[in-house]
Structures are given as structure tokens and as C-alpha cells.
């Protein structure tokens, strides 16, 4: 059985109603009128949404590449979600040998990814190696104290400010922000509190 860190979706050991899965189902939702081509969904976890975007988008989607750096994730995910035009493979976001092993992709999916690595802007430079140019980006993280300052989760380096977020994406065009609160992802409205940010945005030609 793959283990709970507390950080991992795995629907088929969760209830349909849990709130954590819920808000990670509406991410892949949301992203699917921009998945198209050959998509890379950077972190996919237990792989249940590089099936659902392949299910989804089964007419605009060329492949999908699922990659996760741990094993176990991509073990479990070979073994519980098929979809012929879904393959999934152990690799690390930050190596800068990723884009000779998988290549460039038209669209890449990263949900929840970006607090997990030391180096954000690091993972930004690896993101656009991976992006064909005119490719499209749509990306969501918490929201925090910042950059390098404690997060309150000992598997986050830290969580970015809403500015500092905003900030990463001034290199492509086409920037539209999203904000988060439960399964709603819409355009900031005044006077609510938003936990996440999300982006969708396109690499320049």
C-alpha cells in the first residue's frame, strides 16, 4: 500500500466528500480547456489526474507524460491508472537533464509543486526548457509568508507571497491569475480570502 503522507491524493483510499481531493480534482478540471498536444503533468502524484485530463481532452491530447520524483507515487500509478495515451516515469523537476529524456511539450500541468522544491526560480527555468515556445503553463500553489521563511508544512521549503507568485510569470505572455478557495477557482474579487493562486500563461514565441 502506498503511504499516506498526508500530502499525497490518493482517491481510491479517500472519501469522495474529502475536501483535500475535491480541490485537487477542480485544478485538473479547470486545466483542461488548455491541455492539448503532448502534455506534462510535472508531479503527478498517484497519476489520477494525467488519466483524468487524457479522459477529458481525449480529442486535443496527443500524449501525456505523468513524472513524479518518487518511485513509489509512479509504481502505484503505473499499477492503478491506465489510459493509452498516459505514461508515467520517475524523474526530478530541477534535473537539467529532463528535457533530453522526455523532451518539450506543448502544455505542462504543475498543481501543488513549486513549494516542494528548494529553488523556485529554478524550477521556473526548468518549466520553460520543457515548454514548447507558445506552449502553455498553468500552474497553482499556496499561498504563504514567503520565500525562504517557514510554512507551517514540513514538506513545504516555504510558500509564496501573492506578489512573489505573480513575479515568476513576467517572462510569458498571455498571464491570466486565478485564485482558489474550495473547488472555486475564479478572478480575484475583492474582500476574499484566497489560500492558492493559479496561472495560466503562455511562453513567448
Known amino acids: ?3 499516506d503522507t498526508g500530502e499525497r491524493i490518493i482517491p481510491k483510499e479517500m472519501k469522495p466528500t474529502n475536501g483535500m481531493l475535491l480541490e485537487h480534482i477542480a485544478r485538473y478540471y479547470f486545466a483542461t480547456p488548455y491541455a492539448n498536444g503532448r502534455v506534462l503533468d510535472i508531479a503527478c502524484g498517484t497519476g489520477y489526474g494525467s488519466v483524468m485530463v487524457a479522459k477529458t481532452c481525449k480529442s486535443d491530447v496527443i500524449e501525456i507524460v505523468g513524472v513524479d520524483v518518487a518511485e513509489d507515487s509512479i509504481a502505484y500509478a503505473k499499477k492503478n491508472y491506465y489510459h493509452p495515451k498516459v505514461s508515467f516515469r ?8 529532463l528535457v533530453t529524456e522526455i523532451g518539450v511539450f506543448d502544455t505542462i500541468l504543475s498543481f501543488e509543486t513549486i513549494e516542494h522544491v528548494p529553488d523556485d526560480q529554478e524550477f521556473m527555468q526548468r518549466l520553460n526548457q520543457l515548454l514548447k515556445p507558445g506552449g502553455t503553463l498553468v500552474l497553482s500553489t ?3 509568508q514567503g520565500r525562504s521563511k517557514p510554512s507551517g508544512s514540513p514538506f513545504h521549503y516555504h510558500q509564496l507571497t501573492e506578489n512573489e507568485f505573480r513575479s515568476l510569470f513576467i517572462s510569458f505572455e498571455k498571464v491570466e491569475y486565478y485564485y482558489q478557495r474550495g473547488v472555486t477557482i475564479e478572478p480575484k474579487r475583492e474582500d476574499i480570502f484566497y489560500p492558492l493562486g493559479v496561472v495560466v500563461c503562455k511562453k513567448r514565441n
Open 90 to 97: 520517475t524523474g526530478d523537476a530541477l534535473n537539467p537533464e
Open 1 to 3: 500500500m502506498l503511504e
Open 142 to 144: 499556496p499561498f504563504g
